[in-house]
Every structure is written in C-alpha cells, then in structure tokens.
C-alpha cells in the first residue's frame, strides 16, 4: 500500500474525493456529522505526504483554541509534525508579534482581556432601565460593529435593519466612549488584533510578503462563522494566490451576532469560479429516523442542497409531542431522561436538554434536582450569570438582617422588573434570575428564620455546586450546542417567540433561527425527543409545520425499547469492572452508575473491547467518558 493510499484507506468516495484535491481553491460542504475534522486532517496529511507542501506552508485556521488542539493531535496521528494551527485571533497575535514593531517602529500595545471594566462605568451612566443591561449585552454589540469594521463614527449609519440592545444613540454613546478609554490606555481588544494585522499589511507590503513566503496553503474550518474581518484578513494572507481550502455548512450559521453570515461559503465559487467542491453527505452520527427530520427541515434552509445520508441502523422514530402546560412538559422530559437510562442503558452524561437562551435552564435544573438526577449546566452557569453575580457582591457588604427582604431591595436597585418584555436575550435571562434570586432567598427564609447573607451563599454555593461537574444530564443553549453530540437530545418549549425568538422590540432572523433547529436536531445520535406546552397564549413554533409534524396531546412521552444486552462468557470479567467501578465511584465521590450503567459494563465485558474504537461502539460510552475512563477500562480487560 502506497504513502497516500494508507491515510485514503477508511474514507468514503466523497471524503477521498476532497482529501485528494491537494491544490486550492477547494470548498468541501460538509453536513452535520459526516467528518469534516476527518477529511480535512487527511487531506492536510496527502499535500504533506505527497511532498506538494512542507508542513511549515500550511496555515490551518480554526475557531477555538480546542479545535486548533485536535487538529494538531489527528495530523500527528498520521505522522504529520510542523503543520501550524490556530484561530484567526492567535494567529494575527503571533504575526504582529512578530512584525509590527520591526517594520512600524512602535511597541505593539496590550490586549485586553476583558471588555467589561471599560464598559461599565460607561454602561453605569445610562439612564435607567438601559443601565441595568448586562454588560455582555453592549460587549457583544461593540463585536459586532467592530466585526464588521464599522467604527463609532458610522455606527448610527451604518445600522440597517439591526436592533442594537439598547436605542441607537445611547448604543453609539457607550462604543465610542469604550473606543475612546481603550486607545487612551494603550490597549488592544481581540477585534482590534484583526484590525491591526489588517493595517500592518496594507501599509507596509513588505509585511504582508514575509506571510506569503511563510505560508503556501490555507485550510479554513467553519468557514460559514467567518465575519468580514476575519475574511478581510485572510484575502491578505493569500495574496494573489488560490491555495486555499474552505470548509464549512451554511445550514449551520448561527452566529450572526458575532457578524458571521452564510455568503463568504455561499459566494466562495463566484470568487473562485474553478474551485473544486466537494459535497460530505453520509452521516456517522445520527440513525436514518433523525436525519429525515433533519432533511425534511434543510429544504427550508436554502443555499447548498445538502442531502444527509445514515450509516448508521435505524433507531426509534423522533417522539414530538404537545404536553398539557410548561410543568407537565418539563415533568415528561424528566420521566423520560430516567426512562432512557433505566431501560435503554443510555448514559446521562449523553442526553442533553437544549433551550434558547439561559434563562430556561432554571425549571429542569429544579426538577433534575428534585428527582435526584445529576445533571450539569454546560453554559451560562446560574452562579455566574451578571444578575445572580451582582446580587451575591452586594449581599456581602450586608450583614444581619432578612436575607428576603435584602435580597428584594438588591434585585429592586439592580432594575427588576416582572412586567418588563427587554429586546435582548441576555436581559430577558437577567431578568428571570433576579427573579429567581428573590424566590430562592424567601426559600431559604423560611427554612432558615435566623439565617443571614453568608449563611445564604453558602447555600446557594452547596446548592449549585454541580453546574459545572461534568457529570449528569447536560443543559445548555442551542449555539453551545453547536460543534456537540449526544445519544438522546431533548428540544422542549418549540413556542413561537421563543423558536424563532422574539422579545420587546427584538425579533430574531427567522432564518437563523429555523437554523437553530437544525443544528439542534443534528446534534442526536439515537433519541429525539421534540415538545412544547398547549396551555397558554403562545402558539407552537412555526418550524413544526414546516417539518410536518402534528402529534396529539399527551401527559408523558413514551422511550422505544431497544435491545437488551447479555453477561454471557463475560460473567467473571463483568464482576471485575464492576469492582473498578466502585473504586473509582468512592474516589469522585459520585454514585456508582454515573460512572458507566451496569449494561454498559455488561456490553464490555461481552465483547472483551481491546481499544478506543471498540470502546467507542458501545452504547452509553461517549466522547466525554471515553477521555475519562478509556485507559483503566482496556486495563482490566486487558489483565483479565
């Protein structure tokens, strides 16, 4: 077997296909669970190998430090060393670094790590209620101005249809201002990095030569969450040159508050009218039932036709189901996440509850909970959210008294309003944990007449300690959701209003938002569960009808069985995994099963798994536990 034909071996047609097009310009549309990572590691590997490339030419952009780690990890996997990785903003860092005073004569500035301190004496001076807007909020604007290369002076020009989170001259106030303080400080923020790389190789061509002799090749990843900044920086890294391989899935943008949108992939061959492009449809994630659902929704999304294909069997059909009100909704998801993992085996670590936006973590925290079922707040954790955060800092300054009444004079000083209907989402969460914050402290209250503010804290702490253990069912929104797999996935509230969202004045793309659900939906391996509650004014989501679903009203969902596993000659084997379970149980402290389900176990000890891969196939041993637990698992098998 030849050089190239050993990293080939295991790809499917189109995946060769793309790993074989060693020179740009190359798109490859890559569909939700069909391998991208895979594909463009390999294809990094074949211009390696084929000594079309050094390692050192090749710049691989990626969009999270992780994602820049793995890629360097699958390369060396293949026996590639020297391939360079990193996002847009390391990347631009490392190169100004390099360069910027050596050819502008001046010290590069200091980047800032947080935005927040310089926005909040200025956010502080807004009149009320707009002064008690997160602070996330008006950073997140500021990106996005500066994402799009509007500075202050165009900003009020240059708004379109886009609502800012606060009225436009207020909005306009603050980014100036921040703009303003920062320079007089002698500070760069993350956006100001692209800026400057920008400016660095404008003026000085030179500069921008020093990156074309450093570099020949481009692979971009995500390439459908790239802003006009991070484009604009990239045609500079290029130059004249078309090397450049792109991959992403238009049906997957959802970031348009950082500025990303759809049309730098959906344009990418009228740029480049002789790219090769190179569809990834055949999908290893999901069973034949999630991915007509899925289908059946992607003839809405428009741009490239993507047609997802299983490879997996067939599993259950995706359960939607109307539920009486909000608490029998979330009492059925409830019941059925302790349905899955009793009878179906299913790990809890892989079944996930996804939502809009923060503020709907708090009734499945309280039910999870309540029924004694770990789970864990994978963002947007309660504690350290801006609301709950600045009623603890002021409750410390407090010292006896009535927590209740403290607590209602904070949320009061802090802008809570019940009645409030605030246009960003952010403040529609803050909102809502202040709200919860009053309800907790009268909680708290009453079984403690004679408690104070620490005594408080400390509760609140013990309370939710396990937001982010890593153990349980995962809560988290859509957009963290985005890059994630699990075997059972939950999509509670389908409202209108809330999928596509609308708060106040604000109203999501509905574009975006019908894109929110695919990525939801595509983000279930087996077990798809869709419901949303009858009572109430609100209306169910219109993406229901467009996926055609019309299920009857019911007080519980029903978990199709799935095959049971056997002991069998695995018996002995089974026992000593069991006993390695509850060592390593006793040392997290956790409960036995959180480790892995005695069917998981059972399975293992069945089949007799040699390494990650065999691990891998076996129901209830995901990512997450795999990392964790992999290495001692083959080392019982092994000595046994």
Aim: include cysteine.
């Amino acid at each position: 077997m030849s050089d190239l034909e050993s990293i080939l071996a295991g790809l499917n047609e189109a995946q060769r296909e793309a790993a074989l097009a060693l020179r740009g310009p190359v798109a490859i549309l890559a569909g939700a669970g069909t391998g991208k990572t895979t594909t463009i590691t390999h294809r990094i590997a074949c211009q390696v190998r084929s000594g079309e490339f050094e390692p050192s030419q090749i710049l691989a952009v990626t969009f999270t430090d992780k994602a820049a780690g793995e890629l360097k990890r699958r390369l060396q996997a293949l026996g590639v060393e020297g391939v360079e990785a990193r996002t847009f903003h390391s990347a631009a860092l490392s190169q100004l670094s390099r360069l910027w005073s050596s050819y502008t004569g001046e010290p590069l500035p200091e980047v800032l790590d947080h935005k927040a301190p310089l926005i909040s004496s200025l956010a502080n001076a807004l009149p009320p209620p707009h002064k008690f807007l997160p602070r996330r909020e008006l950073a997140g604007e500021i990106e996005w101005a500066k994402n799009r290369m509007i500075p202050p002076a165009r900003y009020l020009h240059q708004l379109g249809d886009h609502e800012p989170p606060i009225p436009a001259d207020l909005m306009h106030r603050v980014y100036d201002g921040y703009e303003r303080r920062k320079t007089a400080m002698g500070r760069l923020d993350f956006e100001d990095m692209l800026g400057l790389a920008l400016r660095l190789f404008d003026e000085h061509p030179d500069a921008a030569r020093e990156i074309h002799r450093r570099f020949a090749a481009f692979t971009v990843d995500e390439y459908q969450d790239v802003n006009p900044l991070q484009a604009g920086l990239l045609e500079r890294w290029l130059g004249e040159r078309d090397d450049l391989c792109v991959v992403g899935d238009d049906y997957q943008t959802i970031y348009a508050f950082t500025g990303a949108s759809p049309e730098h992939l959906l344009g990418f061959t009228r740029r480049y009218p002789h790219a090769t492009v190179v569809r990834l449809e055949e999908n290893y994630r999901s069973t034949p039932e999630v991915l007509e659902l899925a289908n059946r929704l992607a003839t809405r999304l428009g741009g490239f036709r993507k047609t997802l294909r299983a490879t997996r069997p067939s599993g259950p059909p995706p359960l939607a189901r109307a539920e009486p009100d909000e608490e029998a909704e979330v009492g059925a998801v409830v019941q059925a996440v302790r349905r899955l993992y009793q009878e179906e085996a299913v790990e809890l670590e892989e079944i996930a509850v996804l939502y809009r936006i923060n503020a709907r973590s708090e009734p499945f925290e309280e039910a999870f909970a309540a029924a004694a079922i770990p789970y864990q707040v994978r963002d947007g954790a309660f504690l350290r959210r801006p609301g709950p955060r600045a009623v603890l800092q002021r409750l410390k300054r407090i010292g006896a008294g009535a927590v209740a009444a403290a607590v209602a004079a904070i949320t009061d000083q802090l802008g809570y309003d019940p009645e409030a209907a605030p246009d960003a989402d952010e403040e529609v969460t803050r909102q809502s944990d202040l709200g919860r914050m009053r309800s907790l402290a009268a909680e708290f209250e009453r079984a403690h007449p004679d408690g104070d503010a620490a005594a408080f804290g400390a509760e609140l702490a013990r309370r939710f300690s396990t937001e982010h253990s890593g153990r349980g069912v995962n809560l988290l929104t859509y957009h963290r959701a985005k890059g994630l797999e699990f075997d059972a996935v939950f999509l509670p509230r389908l409202l209108d209003g809330e999928l596509p969202f609308r708060s106040g004045r604000a109203k999501a793309d509905p574009e975006e938002e019908r894109r929110l659900l695919y990525v939801g939906i595509t983000r279930a391996r087996r077990y798809l569960f869709l419901t949303w509650p009858a009572a109430g004014r609100a209306q169910p989501s219109p993406f229901l009808d467009e996926l055609e679903l019309a299920p009857p009203v019911s007080s519980r969902p029903r978990v199709a069985p799935g095959p049971a596993v056997t002991v069998g000659r695995g018996g002995m084997l089974f026992d000593r995994l069991k006993e390695w379970r509850r060592k390593r149980a006793n040392a997290d402290g956790v409960p036995a099963y959180v480790v892995f389900h005695d069917r998981t176990l059972a399975e293992i000890a069945e089949r007799r798994c040699k390494d990650w891969a065999d691990l891998a196939a076996i129901s209830g041993v995901g990512p997450a536990k795999l990392e964790r637990y992999a290495d001692e698992v083959l080392a019982v098998v092994a000595a046994g």
